[in-house]
């Protein structure tokens, strides 16, 4: 049983344009949400996050939504820039049942064309 | 600060052989954690510590062993390789309000 879903494999964006990438969820205990980018060969990188106590979050370019009643959340980067362009994995974990536990989705493939 | 180390990178082992994977980490972090990632299946908690001395099952923790003696190294031990067990491997640390930073990974080829 798959608790967090990023039902989109791939997105292909243009230099410039926003990326969206979703995720979805279904245990009820998740109360904290992060992204993680990874580069071929290389371990995943910590890219934001957001508790759930909020819905959304900024750094920079990039922006996490949080939408608990739909148990949906999405990354936005605006603007996408070549080497944004890597697999992008949605975790979760629940702060309150030990919290360092992530539960991770099957990953998007971002391709930023020129 | 190396941040999280893996040993080795990559390594073939045929049915049956055992093996260790190597994790260090040189941040002080409480929590550590051993992952594998397999195509389409995203990442899986295999075993992870909360502490020298502490460890505990994660999601797939079937065919490997874990111990945590010291707070800096946090191996993962295969007693009886599978092909199963063919996939990519990271382990991660962090203390307990921050998130958790990830090893390079072991590429691991069971024959």
């Known amino acids: 049983d798959q608790q967090v879903k990023q039902n989109s494999p791939s997105l292909s964006v243009q230099e410039g344009r926003i990326s969206i990438l979703n995720c979805d969820y279904t245990n009820s205990m998740f109360d904290y949400f992060l992204w993680y980018k990874k580069y071929p060969a290389e371990g995943p990188t910590f890219l934001i996050s957001?508790?759930?106590?909020?819905d959304k979050n900024e750094d920079g370019r990039f922006t996490v939504f949080l939408n608990k009643s739909a148990k949906h959340l999405s990354l936005h980067i605006v603007p996408s820039q070549p080497g944004d362009s890597a697999v992008y994995f949605c975790?979760?974990?629940?702060?309150?049942?030990?919290?360092?536990?992530?539960?991770f989705g099957t990953g998007t493939q971002l391709k930023v064309e020129l | 600060n190396a941040g999280v180390t893996q040993t080795p990178k990559f390594q073939v082992l045929k049915t049956g052989q055992s093996m260790t994977l190597q994790c260090a980490q040189d941040m002080n972090h409480e929590y550590m954690s051993w992952y594998r990632q397999d195509p389409g299946m995203g990442l899986r908690l295999i075993h992870y510590s909360v502490g020298a001395g502490i460890t505990d099952q994660g999601e797939v923790p079937n065919g490997y062993n874990v111990s945590r003696s010291t707070t800096e190294d946090f191996p993962l031990r295969l007693l009886s390789a599978a092909p199963s067990q063919t996939s990519v491997y990271f382990c991660a640390s962090s203390s307990a309000s921050e998130t958790q930073y990830f090893g390079p990974g072991t590429r691991l080829l069971v024959l």
């Open positions: 957001i508790s759930s106590i909020k």
């Open positions: 975790a979760a974990s629940s702060l309150t049942g030990g919290g360092n536990k992530l539960t």
